[in-house]
């Protein structure tokens, strides 16, 4: 196997499954000795996705191009299967690399197994126990585990979980997260905020709440619940600006709209790039989300974040301080961000703890892990530890 570069297809179809696989991307072009690197995307979200396929300069080699309006998780998994299995008996790659929890997550890595293909992970472990919540990701990647021979665990819980589940120490690699290294280049970047109101924001002096909220279970009342939080947060602090990027999904429109469209301070836009994203995120007092990646990348950034959830599969950083778990009721939402925006302490203190996620190093210790996996190094990569404060 060694004589040979080793083939590795990377396959995603969601915009944050791209921001995360572009550093592992990077790195194996990096190394074309080594690997040949072939992209794979079903494009389950188009237009997402090709906004950070073109920031971070990656062209895929294969483009399903699956969505279709009013799509149900059965069409998304149908259609991604049905493309992905034609595309590997074609490529006959030597790895398969899938990310996180999505739908095309779970079908490419069983096409992958219907042609006898090992499977790499990224991002493999996180759990809830609750197979509903968040629903369908929880299945997604306990299913995909299944499939995997190669577990890029971003955290020691992570790999606690699988060992728990009784996959093999040795198929288990702890890299960190690889949403840190894309987040810390993408803001090292200068950037222009295209928007007029968000370039009004810069250095405004306000305190911006930046907020996403879009999650399928928490759409209906828990969605209103949130939005009358900000309301309520936006009347009571005359300094606070609420940024919404609201979901197009018109179940979350409809209640963002209805709640809080032309109140004062309160800024319903697009859904944003990105790096505009990233960079809204930098000059932001606060986040409050039901996102798994911001949970991740906010901290990274010293941001404190309210988890609009009852549970969350990254528990790292509750542990660590960086993040609160708040649910989706009105009156705990506004309290928890009322006491970080009036308790200047309780506020640092969020703030300064250790980011647990990532060191922006991920990419290159799966590239290791690969490496040492297939004989072309002797060592395994070491493990990624949160550092002491």
């Not at 991604?80 to 595309?87: D, M, Q, R, T």
């Not at 950037?191 to 007029?196: A, I, L, Q, S, W």
């Not at 989300?289 to 599969?313: M, Y």
Request: aromatic share 6%.
């Amino acid at each position: 196997m060694g004589e040979r570069p080793i083939r590795v297809m990377s396959i995603f179809g969601t915009r944050p499954e791209a921001i995360k696989m572009a550093p592992v991307v990077r790195a194996l072009k990096d190394a074309p000795g080594f690997f040949i690197s072939r992209v794979a995307v079903t494009a389950q979200h188009r237009e997402m996705l090709d906004q950070v396929l073109d920031w971070f300069g990656i062209q895929p080699d294969y483009d399903l191009g699956i969505m279709q309006p009013g799509q149900s998780l059965s069409d998304v998994i149908v259609r991604a299967l049905k493309g992905l299995e034609e595309v590997l008996a074609g490529e006959q790659p030597d790895l398969v690399l899938v990310h996180g929890d999505t739908s095309t997550t779970f079908a490419g890595a069983l096409a992958a197994y219907y042609r006898k293909i090992p499977v790499g992970h990224v991002e493999a472990g996180l759990r809830t126990n609750d197979k509903y919540q968040p629903f369908p990701e929880e299945i997604n990647r306990r299913l995909t585990g299944v499939l995997t021979d190669l577990h890029f665990a971003p955290t020691l819980l992570a790999k606690r979980n699988l060992l728990a589940e009784n996959v093999p120490p040795g198929s288990i690699f702890v890299t960190g997260n690889t949403v840190v290294d894309a987040l810390l280049e993408t803001v090292e970047r200068k950037y222009t905020f295209t928007d007029p109101v968000l370039e009004g924001l810069v250095g405004q002096g306000g305190r911006i709440l930046l907020v996403t909220a879009h999650r399928r279970e928490n759409h209906g009342a828990p969605l209103r619940e949130i939005c009358l939080a900000l309301r309520d947060l936006a009347e009571n602090y005359p300094d606070v600006v609420v940024v919404y990027p609201v979901h197009p999904n018109p179940q979350v429109v409809e209640v963002a709209h209805a709640v809080l469209k032309g109140r004062e301070r309160v800024f319903l836009i697009d859904p944003l790039s990105y790096e505009a994203m990233a960079h809204l995120m930098k000059i932001s007092y606060l986040v409050l989300t039901d996102s798994g990646g911001l949970q991740e990348e906010a901290p990274g950034l010293g941001k404190p974040v309210l988890v609009l959830r009852e549970v969350t599969e990254r528990p790292e950083g509750v542990e660590a301080g960086t993040l609160k778990v708040v649910g989706t009721r009105r009156a705990r939402i506004y309290g928890e961000a009322a006491r970080l925006l009036d308790d200047e302490q309780a506020y640092r203190g969020m703030a300064r703890a250790v980011n647990p996620y990532g060191d922006g190093q991920a990419a290159r210790r799966i590239v290791e892990a690969l490496a040492h996996h297939f004989g072309l190094a002797d060592r395994r990569p070491e493990e990624f530890q949160k550092r002491a404060e």
